[in-house]
């Protein structure tokens, strides 16, 4: 059961997520109306649907076009459709293995275009970085476009309910246990491995390209394009609940507002390493705030999970056909 996992203890952490996930999934669901889901659900507009999925088809091919520039800019060479085919295998392993993705992608473009597994690693991390940064601007702007929605929604339903938890000392307790034992793993592998000279050379090579690829960003040529780049993914990952909430006939009076609430609230529950692209988290969170929008929670479930099984669908599909094209040309390259 465990072989999938490189030890035990991931294959542990996995379970534990995955239970996490269906159980806050069950939670959610449990005592809903769900034949007022299923009405909600039978009226969807198909064709929103399908402009949705094309739309996210091609964020993720200018996502692709993105990191390509990165990986270049580090010096290495690759292709768009490489970096495509490398991409989605990434996310077809997430929805399994939360995080491993991007072991995957790094390792499929290392044997589609040679490009060290390193260089591609910082390259990635430095995606990671740009979009965490580019998820606060969102929050940032939906903040202050929507009226005041998204701060009601955190404080009643994250703020507060943490607040009263760490009121306890419990929390914080918890949380410096954690940082000192982290602590004391990380000066326990530094000492070790400055006794073992050769493991010391290899983390260096590995280091300094990971270097490489965290300097991308500053040697590559074409920067505005990279922010344009940047501006086309999001708003493709806006326009999928956006598009939901159109295809549910929901947007009456709060169309964007609404759109990005859900967005933003979403985006922030896809950040929680649960399996099946954050099950559970997405449902609960993306539900509750477009209460506050006057939905009702059987059309908030509707809309989350109509959003949520299109987006797992499509990376199911398209993931499947990447690992096609990826063994078609990992074949040719050899």
């Known amino acids: 059961m465990f072989g999938m996992f490189r030890t035990k203890r991931q294959g542990i952490i996995y379970f534990i997520f995955l239970g996490l996930g269906l159980g806050i999934t069950v939670y959610v669901f449990a005592g809903q109306d769900l034949g007022a889901i299923r009405a909600a659900l039978a009226e969807t507009h198909w064709g929103f649907v399908l402009l949705s999925l094309g739309l996210t ?29 490398a991409m989605m295998n990434g996310y077809l392993v997430n929805l399994g293995v939360p995080r491993l993705g991007e072991v995957t992608r790094c390792a499929s473009l290392n044997r589609l275009s040679a490009v060290p597994v390193a260089t591609s690693g910082g390259t990635v991390v430095l995606e990671r970085v740009i979009d965490l940064l580019t998820l606060l601007i969102v929050l940032v702007l939906t903040f202050f ?23 306890t000392g419990r929390w914080l307790l918890a949380a410096g246990l954690i940082f000192l034992v982290l602590s004391a793993v990380a000066v326990l592998l530094f000492l070790r491995l400055q006794t073992q000279q050769r493991a010391l050379v290899w983390l260096q090579n ?61 985006s922030i529950a896809r950040t929680i390493p649960a399996p099946a692209g954050s099950m559970g988290p997405y449902h609960w969170l993306v539900s509750r705030s477009l209460l506050l929008f006057g939905l009702t929670e059987a059309q908030g479930l509707a809309l989350a999970t109509l959003n949520h099984a299109v987006q797992t669908l ?19 390259s050899t």
Not at 67 to 82: F, N, P, S
Not at 219 to 248: D, E, N, Q
Not at 314 to 332: D, E
Request: aromatic share 14%; net charge positive; charged share 15%.
């Open 57 to 85: 088809l091609g964020g993720h091919w200018v996502r692709a076009m993105r990191w390509r520039q990165l990986v270049e800019g580090a010096g290495q060479q690759t292709t768009t459709a490489a970096a495509f085919w």
């Open 145 to 167: 476009s929507t009226q005041g929605q998204l701060r009601i929604f955190f404080e009643q339903d994250i703020v507060q309910p943490l607040s009263e938890k760490l009121v």
């Open 206 to 266: 590995q280091l300094r390209e990971l270097r490489l690829g965290l300097l991308s960003l500053v040697k590559m040529p074409g920067k505005g394009r990279f922010l344009a780049y940047t501006v086309l993914i999001w708003v493709s990952y806006f326009s999928a609940p956006w598009l939901m909430l159109h295809a549910l006939g929901l947007v009456e009076g709060w169309g964007l507002e609404m759109g990005l609430v859900a967005f933003a609230v979403g």
């Open 314 to 332: 499509f990376y199911l599909l398209v993931g499947g056909i990447s690992f096609l094209a990826f063994a078609w040309l990992g074949r040719q």
